[in-house]
């Protein structure tokens, strides 16, 4: 299987990202050369259309955000099958989900369905943030009453 040959796990909606508005298929060993690209660059974590609807929906609307930031946004639809391996690296755990990178470093996410005012209103803000530290990664911190809080000196 190619990288840009879409799976059965994808619904025809995510599909048209792909087809029809120029966005790339990222699976966990293409994701480092995604996200090595410069700019913006958004990865869209849809999950399950039949559990996670609002996917759908979300599908639809970027493209729209596209046409409003005009060149500003890469796309990145990552494949049903590793959005887990994928997701855990950016701290993502709500579907759907967009995680926007600058320059191959994180910058935020937006998590679920908005309405329309409000999408525009936080992809705007995401393209003016710094990027920082991806949440999630990092060294595990124990509270001093844990139990072997003795081993952390």
Same mark, same amino acid.
């Given at each position: 299987?190619?990288?840009?040959?879409?799976?059965?796990?994808?619904?025809?909606l995510?599909?048209r990202?792909?087809?029809?508005?120029?966005a790339?298929?990222?699976?966990?060993?293409?994701? &480092?050369?995604?996200?090595?690209?410069? %700019?913006? $660059?958004?990865?869209?974590?849809?999950?399950?259309?039949?559990?996670?609807?609002?996917?759908?929906?979300? &599908?639809?609307?970027?493209?729209?955000?596209?046409?409003?930031?005009? %060149?500003?946004?890469?796309?990145?639809?990552? $494949?049903?099958?590793h959005?887990?391996?994928?997701?855990? $690296?950016?701290?993502?755990? $709500?579907? =759907?989900?967009?995680?926007?990178?600058?320059?191959?470093?994180?910058?935020?996410?937006? &998590?679920?369905?908005l309405?329309?005012?409000?999408?525009?209103?936080?992809?705007?803000?995401?393209?003016?943030?710094?990027?920082?530290?991806? =949440?999630?990664? %990092?060294?595990?911190?124990?509270?001093?009453? &844990?139990a072997d809080?003795?081993?952390?000196?």
């Open positions: 299987m190619t990288v840009d040959a879409p799976t059965l796990t994808e619904a025809p995510v599909q990202l792909v087809t029809q508005f120029g790339e298929w990222v699976d966990s060993d293409n994701l &480092a050369a995604f996200r090595a690209g410069p %700019g913006e $660059r958004v990865l869209f974590f849809s999950g399950d259309p039949v559990r996670f609807p609002e996917c759908l929906d979300v &599908a639809v609307v970027l493209p729209e955000l596209q046409a409003v930031f005009p %060149g500003r946004l890469r796309i990145g639809v990552v $494949r049903r099958e959005e887990d391996a994928v997701a855990a $690296r950016f701290g993502a755990n $709500r579907w =759907p989900c967009l995680v926007f990178l600058r320059d191959g470093q994180y910058v935020t996410l937006i &998590a679920g369905m309405d329309w005012t409000d999408y525009v209103e936080r992809v705007r803000q995401a393209l003016a943030m710094p990027t920082t530290r991806t =949440p999630g990664i %990092g060294i595990a911190v124990v509270g001093a009453g &844990a809080a003795a081993s952390c000196h």
